[in-house]
């Protein structure tokens, strides 16, 4: 199965101690874990089991952690749930435990779990089953190449620009998209007041891909060419136009980073190493880690969607509401950090 859950404060932050010690039974020492994160940014990291793939994404705040996120795939989802469930119960096991410690709140895709016994949790997450394909879920029959897939994703790139400046030009959005640094925050601080969610009754579907990692696609809904190609770029909590619009910023946005650094390529993502998630994506690649364009939105994107469940957060709690510098400054940290793989 693919899901997300996390923890995040009820109040004042987490202690990054006890959130670091905590995740150490799990990541190990880990430098991305132990060692601080700037301002802006946020560690993300990856554990593999033998049947799991996990990303761990630890947002800081002023003093402590703001938010813990962690997205977890089922490779072997048609398999029984016996192995599944014993590889991530030390994950809810330090979730459940961190939560409980710091007096914050433990969420499972979207609903609050906090104080909820374990075999509860485990049976969310995966309610057993045989090698069957579970109840209410669909086998993509999709077989399109990657190589073919990133041709037609770049020929669609005039498209989704061209709607871009439409939809900006139709709502008083910015008139300047010329790819540069400086067109990106009022970009953003345009497309925040246009994302809105998808209803959380809207009818789903679980869908198995040939590769085996799950993801939920909504019923009857106009979804970009890539939804669910990868479990990771499925953020089912959108609503259509809302999509649109995270596409095109998106791809937008990454086009800015190559005309900045035209060393940089579109490619297909391939890497030998173990835990690579970005495999048969379209990826900008060249210097540093791969850039695939939904996945480097989509934390800007969930600041935006924890601003829109929660608009007036308790006075304690330091997030800071979302803004246009937003996109801005993850643009210059990525830049940033690809000219310091410069040899």
């Given at each position: 199965?693919?899901?997300?859950?996390?923890?995040?404060?009820?109040?004042?932050?987490?202690?990054?101690?006890?959130?670091?010690?905590?995740?150490?039974?799990?990541?190990?020492?880990?430098?991305?874990?132990?060692?601080?994160?700037?301002?802006?940014?946020?560690?993300e990291?990856?554990?593999?089991?033998?049947?799991?793939?996990?990303?761990?994404?630890?947002?800081?705040?002023?003093?402590?952690?703001?938010?813990?996120?962690?997205?977890?795939?089922?490779?072997?989802?048609?398999?029984?749930?016996?192995?599944?469930?014993?590889?991530?119960?030390?994950?809810?096991?330090?979730?459940?435990?961190?939560?409980?410690?710091?007096?914050?709140?433990?969420?499972?895709?979207?609903?609050?779990?906090t104080?909820?016994p374990?075999?509860?949790?485990?049976?969310?997450?995966?309610?057993?089953?045989?090698?069957t394909?579970?109840?209410?879920?669909?086998?993509?029959?999709?077989?399109?190449?990657p190589?073919?897939?990133?041709?037609?994703?770049?020929?669609?790139?005039?498209?989704?620009?061209?709607?871009?400046?439409?939809?900006?030009?139709?709502?008083?959005?910015?008139?300047?998209?010329?790819?540069?640094?400086?067109?990106?925050?009022?970009?953003?601080?345009?497309?925040?007041?246009?994302?809105?969610?998808?209803?959380?009754?809207?009818?789903?579907?679980?869908?198995?891909?040939?590769?085996?990692?799950?993801?939920?696609?909504?019923?009857?809904?106009?979804?970009?060419?890539?939804?669910?190609?990868?479990?990771?770029?499925?953020?089912?909590?959108?609503?259509?136009?809302?999509?649109?619009?995270?596409?095109?910023?998106?791809f937008y946005?990454?086009?800015?980073?190559?005309?900045?650094l035209?060393?940089?390529?579109?490619?297909?993502?391939?890497?030998?190493?173990?835990?690579?998630?970005?495999?048969?994506?379209?990826?900008?690649?060249?210097?540093?880690?791969?850039?695939?364009?939904?996945?480097?939105l989509?934390?800007?994107?969930?600041?935006?969607?924890r601003?829109?469940?929660?608009?007036?957060?308790?006075?304690?709690?330091?997030?800071?509401?979302?803004?246009?510098?937003?996109?801005?400054?993850?643009?210059?940290?990525?830049?940033?950090?690809r000219?310091?793989?410069?040899?």
């Open positions: 199965m693919s899901l997300e859950m996390g923890v995040v404060p009820s109040g004042a932050e987490l202690s990054r101690a006890t959130t670091v010690a905590l995740l150490s039974r799990v990541l190990g020492n880990d430098p991305d874990l132990h060692e601080g994160v700037a301002a802006g940014e946020y560690a990291l990856i554990w593999d089991g033998e049947r799991i793939s996990t990303q761990w994404f630890v947002h800081p705040g002023r003093t402590g952690v703001s938010e813990l996120v962690v997205s977890i795939g089922d490779a072997f989802p048609l398999r029984p749930a016996a192995g599944y469930r014993a590889e991530v119960t030390p994950i809810v096991e330090v979730l459940q435990e961190l939560a409980q410690v710091t007096g914050a709140r433990f969420i499972v895709e979207e609903g609050d779990v104080g909820a374990l075999r509860q949790v485990l049976d969310m997450i995966s309610p057993g089953g045989d090698a394909t579970p109840t209410g879920m669909v086998l993509s029959t999709s077989t399109e190449p190589e073919d897939y990133l041709r037609r994703y770049l020929a669609a790139g005039d498209e989704r620009l061209a709607w871009l400046r439409d939809q900006a030009a139709r709502t008083g959005g910015p008139q300047r998209l010329d790819h540069s640094r400086d067109s990106l925050a009022p970009l953003w601080s345009w497309a925040i007041g246009h994302l809105q969610l998808r209803p959380t009754d809207a009818p789903r579907e679980k869908v198995i891909l040939e590769t085996g990692g799950v993801f939920q696609r909504p019923k009857d809904a106009v979804l970009p060419m890539w939804y669910g190609r990868s479990p990771l770029i499925a953020p089912v909590a959108w609503s259509d136009e809302s999509l649109a619009l995270i596409d095109a910023v998106a946005t990454l086009e800015c980073v190559r005309r900045t035209p060393e940089l390529t579109w490619q297909v993502g391939h890497q030998e190493q173990r835990g690579y998630h970005l495999e048969g994506l379209p990826v900008l690649a060249g210097r540093g880690f791969d850039l695939e364009p939904i996945t480097s989509l934390p800007i994107a969930g600041k935006v969607l601003h829109l469940r929660n608009p007036e957060p308790d006075a304690a709690d330091p997030r800071t509401p979302p803004a246009g510098e937003d996109l801005r400054d993850w643009f210059d940290a990525a830049v940033a950090e000219r310091s793989e410069r040899v």
